[in-house]
């Protein structure tokens, strides 16, 4: 089975894939936009991408993508993030004037990043990417921030463990495919998106009617529409015990909602 | 008067920060905490912050930084952004291999720089600095995505214009003030951050009181405590006519949260 990844061998995705799929074949891609062509053009039975992260919140453009390339959400995942600083082998940390990591990894270790003087950033398109560029270039005075598979896949020695500012710092990854798997008895989770016109208490109706109908939120964000100011697009996660309370709450909303379109039916995961 | 910026002469803050103080000294700073700390310090009167934007949704990680540094929101202001192309003179698009921006004006422009083949993606802190450092070093071959201004202020040619994926792009920034500006009869609009219990219909009980309140709601996000899973916490924006309303709903809610913060009352700006 082939499943698109964004990134490299040692990347997160790489690791979320590895604990969703045992055996797979990795598709590496540059960006999620090749993620999701990937999956589209059926190169890929399924892709795996991040979604959202505890720190930075929703990955919104990745729902954009699923959207566009009509991919539906069949599972999803949560990764504990435990960032390393790496480098070549006999470095302390006095001896990094560099530190390359992914804009979001950087962002995530930023009071520890505040505490080198000195140190430029660099930003690079995937974490595990920096790690391999700096083993392969044998580049002194250059760290990552990657997972420690990263380090011990690429050869690089670990100076600092666990820098993330946040001790619970976890990545929200999805399973994302072209057609809706069969609904089971474990589907407990859905991730929605509607529209609503912009009157008051429009979407305390819908939010009622859930709570009404046994559904538990468990994330909303509203999306901007620019070009129709009166419009209102949400993204919204419920959980439900039971698969026909869901059944019952769609078959109701759609009367008070403009566009109603169902992401992903699946089963919820821990952390 | 000083205000505090993110990124450099021509970038999109100090556009932003113009429009929004007709005189100001502006303090040029690298990263957003650092506008905070400006801010906080009292080294600036006031800073003006991205907030979020129409495309990649909220900045999440700078309202944490207005909670941490507790400044206050006294004014928003909607840029549209028009992202353009540019280069050392005598350049044709063939002529470019590398392609430098921020990482989120990269992404707006996303479906253009598609279409560039062999062209190199760097990402920068900031549109201005790319635009400066390649006329510094008169760098060939290498063109910045920034704002038609920042062309003008560095002497660089504009290749192609109104690149950017969506038409109408808007970021939102906000002013952000140590102390709370005195409410006038003008202040329409309020930020707010406020935590739930994680039991079905607690959020709709309040967003039915705001609309009973005669507030409506231009903005919602649910935002994860990792480290407390059975709380929610949420950022929302209201809209209301008078200020009166607001202060009467305001009262009431407190009894339906668990923790209630008003980040900001001010006057609601149009794009």
Do not use: W
């Not at 959202?52 to 599972?75: D, E, F, K, R, W």
């Not at 690079?124 to 002194?140: E, S």
């Not at 078959?251 to 821990?270: C, D, P, Q």
């Amino acid at each position: 089975m082939k499943v698109a990844i964004q990134g490299i061998a040692g990347s997160y995705h790489h690791q979320a894939a590895t604990a969703l799929f045992e055996e797979a074949t990795m598709v590496e891609c540059d960006t999620f936009e090749q993620l999701a062509q990937s999956v589209d053009r059926g190169e890929s039975q399924a892709g795996v991408m991040a979604i959202g992260n505890s720190i930075a919140g929703s990955i919104l453009p990745n729902y954009g993508l699923l959207q566009q390339y009509q991919l539906v959400i069949t599972a999803e995942y949560f990764l504990p993030i435990n960032h390393c600083l790496m480098a070549i082998a006999g470095q302390t940390l006095k001896d990094i004037e560099e530190v390359q990591s992914h804009p979001m990894a950087l962002l995530q270790c930023k009071p520890f990043l505040n505490d080198l003087e000195n140190t430029k950033l660099v930003e690079t398109d995937d974490t595990a990417a920096a790690v391999m560029r700096i083993k392969r270039n044998h580049l002194k005075g250059v760290a990552a921030i990657a997972s420690s598979i990263a380090a011990s896949l690429y050869d690089l020695e670990i100076i600092a463990q666990d820098i993330q500012e946040e001790k619970l710092n976890a990545t929200r990854f999805v399973v994302v495919e072209k057609a809706s798997q069969p609904e089971t008895e474990n589907s407990n989770k859905a991730t929605l998106n509607f529209t609503t016109t912009h009157e008051a208490g429009s979407l305390s109706r819908i939010l009622s009617l859930f709570a009404r109908k046994g559904l538990n939120l468990s994330k909303i964000q509203s999306i901007p529409i620019p070009e129709q100011p009166f419009l209102f697009s949400f993204v919204v996660d419920v959980e439900f015990v039971e698969l026909q309370m869901f059944k019952d709450a769609v078959r109701e909303v759609k009367s008070l909602t403009k566009e109603f379109n169902i992401m992903g039916i699946y089963k919820a995961a821990t952390l």
